[in-house]
């Protein structure tokens, strides 16, 4: 009987360690992030609307935040929640912008001016910053900000769906 006891009392040990395992594994995505935007990569007036389209998500949803600094990416750590946007050409031919996450929470935004869509530099870094904040799908929906081809400027309701469906 003290045996039966024992073995319970085991099982029931493991099954509680998973559950923590799962819920602290989940917890461990964040919701708040701190962009920084190169100064040598943008002008005063290309940092407004990236910052502009930055702050949609919050905007969007307030349990998501993204502070934004302008200045470099000091020694940026996987999984700390830094988010460096930098100037450049060096993607893909067709790309305005694109995103290389380091691990789940954050990663090096490329943004081509020369290819940005006039006027909708807003529209990119909002788009980039939801793939580096874990969004590593597109959304089939035109209408949404993480539509490849997106011409939206902020976070749909099935933009946020995706977003909280990585947590
Ligand atoms: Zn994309």
């Known amino acids: 009987m003290i045996f039966v006891r024992i073995v319970a009392a085991v099982v029931a040990f493991m099954l509680v360690s998973i559950l923590f395992f799962v819920l602290t594994g989940c917890a461990a995505q964040r919701t708040a992030y701190h ?49 460096c946007i930098t100037q450049s050409c060096d993607i893909q031919a067709s790309a305005e912008g ?14 081509c001016l020369a290819r940005v869509t006039p006027g909708y530099l807003d529209g990119v870094a909002a788009h980039e910053a939801g793939h580096a904040m874990g969004i590593l799908q597109h959304s089939p929906d035109p209408a949404d900000l993480m539509f490849k081809a997106s011409t939206a400027r902020a976070p749909t309701a099935n933009d946020l769906e995706i977003f909280w469906s990585y947590r």
């Open 35 to 83: 962009a920084y935007i190169d100064p040598a990569g943008f002008t005063p007036e290309q940092i407004e609307p990236i910052t502009a389209g930055l702050d949609t998500w919050h905007a969007a949803d307030p349990r998501v935040t993204i502070d934004v600094t302008v200045g470099v990416c000091t020694n940026p750590q996987a999984g700390d929640g830094s988010i």
């Open 98 to 111: 694109e995103t290389y996450p380091e691990a789940d929470d954050g990663g090096a935004v490329k943004i």
